[in-house]
């Protein structure tokens, strides 16, 4: 790469919906750092396309047919294990983003948000961190089993074990920095960071970089959406 060249982050976007696949496109078009590469109508053409263009980025809605973007995570994470997944979800899916969190999505967008936050959320998937919009995070939270102290007070318990690093860099996880990002706040190198999601993500027996900043929103590590917006 040219050293004035940019980096263009490749994108899949999948939706059944024309008409939501060409307002992404015509989004993610704006930001000439960002090229989609594909578009699926299904989650089955979604993993044979990412097979065939091996994207950075694949944009997933989480209902479609003959495979949805659950089924279709879960598929992408063995067939391109390097490319990111970003869910698309509306006010009425709460039930799928639960189960989403263990599908291997790296991040949750609404449909109905701010144009910036898929760009930001693209981004932040790109460079290996995770990406929450405020409010799927306010959602995921309200739908999660048991009451907000005693999920709280379960989360620190979980967290209690790790050092102080660990901890700190699990804050940063959860504000959705990116392991480069979290390096230069923590004056590391990025494999140190690294180094440590994996140690924590193996020791909490969690699956992806989003349970893990779920959890430090839990333990109240993470200024909550509702505080930042307020």
Wanted: aromatic share 2%; charged share 25%; proline share 4%.
């Amino acid at each position: 790469m040219e050293p004035n060249e940019i980096a263009v982050i490749r994108v899949l976007v999948a939706d059944d919906e024309a008409m939501i696949r060409a307002g992404v496109k015509a989004i993610l078009a704006a930001d000439r750092g960002v090229e989609v590469v594909a578009e699926a109508g299904d989650g089955r053409e979604a993993v044979e396309l990412a097979r065939r263009h091996l994207p950075d980025v694949v944009l997933l809605d989480i209902r479609m047919p003959r495979l949805d973007g659950l089924g279709a995570a879960e598929e992408l994470r063995r067939v391109v294990p390097d490319a990111a997944v970003l869910m698309l979800t509306t006010f009425s899916e709460d039930a799928y983003i639960a189960r989403a969190l263990g599908s291997g999505a790296a991040g949750f967008l609404l449909k109905s948000g701010d144009p910036r936050e898929l760009l930001a959320g693209v981004r932040a998937v790109a460079d290996g961190a995770a990406f929450l919009s405020p409010e799927v995070t306010r959602r995921v939270i309200a739908h999660l089993p048991a009451g907000r102290l005693s999920r709280a007070a379960e989360a620190r318990e979980r967290l209690e074990p790790l050092t102080v690093r660990e901890r700190d860099v699990v804050a940063l996880v959860g504000a959705g920095l990116s392991n480069g990002e979290i390096a230069a706040r923590l004056y590391v190198v990025e494999g140190t960071v690294k180094a440590h999601v994996s140690a924590v993500l193996a020791r909490l027996g969690l699956k992806n970089r989003v349970q893990l900043a779920i959890l430090a929103y839990e333990a109240g590590m993470v200024e909550e959406p509702d505080a930042a917006e307020a």
